[in-house]
């Protein structure tokens, strides 16, 4: 009975033994004796060589959810985001507790050789202005990781694809290089074309404290805007032109608002009496149309007597002379003549032949007393 009873306390404590030893230690996504229990979220992933894949876990029995991971053959961070190895076959990635580092969970990853990566920028054949911007976009494929370092020949590109053209004219190449495959890349060819500003009239003469009207076109741009300046006097936004009281030469400015770096410019003078300033009624004439010249004639004011000549082209036709002018159809000139010193608007109509084409000049001059000067302002006109 003894010896029986003996048999049965052996029996049970190796049973005790058995059950004890089967539930402690071990790692993987099973629960300890601690409690704490690790999984791994991502399972049975199949990635390419390079790619780029975040991890998470779970941890179970603990407050403390934090891990650290690790990686057989890739590289992962502090934060889970693991980057394939350059070669197939297989991957482990381990997330192992804070709480009790005995404990983690893995996934394992098959990784694949990547077809390879291929980068091409969307925008292609473009055609900018000197200065212009334009954003650029860039597909990635063969990579999970789609990120793309951009650089320009001669422009510059912002991280995002924001690119400012250079300030002249020719081609710039813009490229798109995989952050992936750093040896793989995309381009786009881009012409540049040049922004040019012209100002009519390029210059001009205006009595002191007189009005002119300039006009400025833009070229190799769709934005005609400029800015206007003036060295003397004052300009509006619309190019309207007061001439200073004081005589001088000035300069009149159109500067590109598409481009700043691009203007033009034209000169005005304000001449000191004696003087005669000419305008054409017109900026361009019409075969067989009439149009007015002007001639603002202004003596100094010690001048007694004063004459004004204007030539016309050949084969024009003058009528409606001011101020008693007469016509000398030999010369082919109008002429005036006054026993004074009093400035005068002289006008007169001109009437090209209906066969004229091209650009014609006119000639003038004034006799003030002694002293002879040549007219100035518009003497030149053409039909285009």
């Not at 179970?60 to 934060?79: D, M």
């Not at 203007?263 to 075969?287: D, E, L």
Request: charged residues 5%; neutral net charge; hydrophobic residues 35%.
């Amino acid at each position: 009975m003894k010896h029986g009873k003996m048999i049965a306390l052996f029996l049970l404590l190796f049973a005790l033994t058995i059950v004890i030893t089967g539930c402690g230690g071990g790692g993987g996504n099973g629960v300890t004796t601690s409690g704490v229990a690790v999984k791994v979220n991502q399972q049975g992933l199949t990635l390419n060589t390079g790619a780029i894949q975040t991890f998470t876990a779970t941890v179970t029995g603990s407050s403390n959810a934090a891990v650290t991971w690790s990686a057989l053959h890739g590289s992962i961070t502090s934060a889970g985001v693991y980057t394939a190895p350059t070669t197939a076959g297989t991957d482990i990635v381990t997330a192992t507790s804070i709480a009790d580092p005995t404990q983690s969970g893995s996934s394992t990853i098959t990784v694949q050789q990547s077809a390879g990566v291929t980068v091409k920028v969307n925008q292609q054949g473009l055609t900018l202005n000197a200065g212009a911007t334009q954003t650029f976009t860039a597909t990635v494929t063969g990579s999970s990781n789609t990120a793309v370092t951009w650089s320009a020949l001669h422009g510059s590109i912002t991280s995002t694809g924001f690119y400012t053209a250079p300030t002249n004219a020719g081609t710039d190449t813009v490229t798109a290089t995989s952050v992936a495959d750093p040896t793989k890349s995309g381009s786009s060819n881009i012409t540049i074309q040049n922004i040019g500003v012209t100002v009519t009239p390029n210059s001009t003469a205006l009595a002191p404290s007189t009005t002119k009207t300039f006009t400025a076109n833009v070229s190799g741009t769709t934005n005609q805007a400029v800015i206007w300046t003036a060295s003397g006097g004052s300009i509006t936004s619309a190019g309207e032109y007061t001439a200073p009281s004081a005589a001088g030469s000035y300069i009149i400015r159109a500067t590109s608002q598409a481009n700043p770096a691009v203007s033009s410019t034209a000169t005005v003078t304000v001449p000191s009496a004696p003087y005669i300033i000419s305008s054409f009624s017109v900026t361009k004439y019409t075969p067989g149309g009439a149009f007015t010249v002007t001639l603002n004639a202004v003596p100094s004011a010690s001048n007694s007597t004063y004459g004004v000549l204007d030539q016309i082209p050949t084969g024009w036709v003058v009528s409606n002379m001011s101020d008693n002018g007469t016509y000398d159809s030999t010369n082919h000139m109008v002429k005036w003549v006054f026993l004074d010193a009093t400035p005068r608007v002289l006008t007169y109509t001109i009437t090209p032949p209906a066969t004229a084409s091209g650009s014609v000049t006119f000639a003038g001059q004034g006799a003030f007393d002694n002293t002879t000067i040549d007219t100035i302002g518009d003497r030149t006109i053409s039909n285009q």
